[in-house]
């Protein structure tokens, strides 16, 4: 029955999130321009010119990442900003609130990282080696993201300027992230960078893996004030 109560909140949160996103579409509009814009500014300043693996990882990184600080933290904020917010902590557990939230992140980093990596692609003509890599490294960074982001959204709701705040807080522990991500991308890229790419997709799903777990403890503490 706990389990059932736990697994029945979190889809509520989730399906809660869904709902707004799909309503007012502020989040899937502001990620999309943003990424979309960035992989064209990227392919029109790259035009004739053969992008390296690592300059092209570090280029769909940087994209996926400020994709990611710039919409993932509303999904708290906005709960402040519509007075939603005290409804929700009487609805739901906070561990259930970290995991409907973080999951609809994921979900919506993810989409953005797809399309953004289908585009970058196609405009660059960088070419693909290693598929399974890219793609798992591609998902374990977008994991740890969404975790990560999601709790510094948290810890930032109720503070003046928060949207900034909740960038500035979060691209310091992002940064041990990037460099992974990078990594594992950048021998995705290579025709022989399999071993390498190995390692930092397991590094990519470790990290992922500690957010998830200690995220909803902190963001348990700061939620019920």
């Not at 999130?17 to 943003?34: D, N, P, Y």
């Not at 979060?170 to 190995?198: K, N, Y």
Request: with cysteine.
């Amino acid at each position: 029955m706990e389990s059932s109560s736990w697994s029945s909140e979190i889809l509520s949160v989730l399906r809660k999130e869904f709902v707004s996103e799909m309503r007012q579409k502020s989040g899937l509009l502001t990620a999309g321009l943003f990424a979309v814009v960035s992989v064209v500014a990227v392919a029109f300043a790259s035009f004739g010119n053969k992008l390296t693996a690592g300059f092209a990882s570090g280029l769909i990184w940087v994209t996926v990442l400020f994709t990611a600080v710039v919409a993932i933290p509303r999904v708290f904020l906005l709960e402040e900003e519509q007075g939603t917010g005290d409804m929700l902590r009487l609805s739901a557990r906070p561990h259930a609130v970290f995991w409907g939230k973080g999951l609809f992140a994921f979900a919506q980093l993810l989409a953005g990282a797809a399309v953004t990596s289908l585009l970058f692609f196609i405009l660059t003509s960088v070419a693909l080696y290693g598929v399974g890599i890219y793609v798992l490294g591609l998902a374990g960074g977008c994991a740890a993201l969404a975790g990560a982001v999601t709790l510094c959204g948290a810890l930032v709701a109720q503070a003046a300027n928060r949207a900034v705040l909740a960038g500035a807080i979060a691209l310091p522990l992002l940064l041990p992230l990037i460099a992974l991500g990078v990594a594992g991308m950048r021998t995705a890229l290579e025709p022989d960078g399999a071993q390498g790419g190995v390692e930092a997709v397991l590094g990519l799903w470790s990290y992922a893996a500690a957010v998830w777990a200690i995220g909803p403890h902190l963001f348990a503490a700061v939620w019920k004030r």
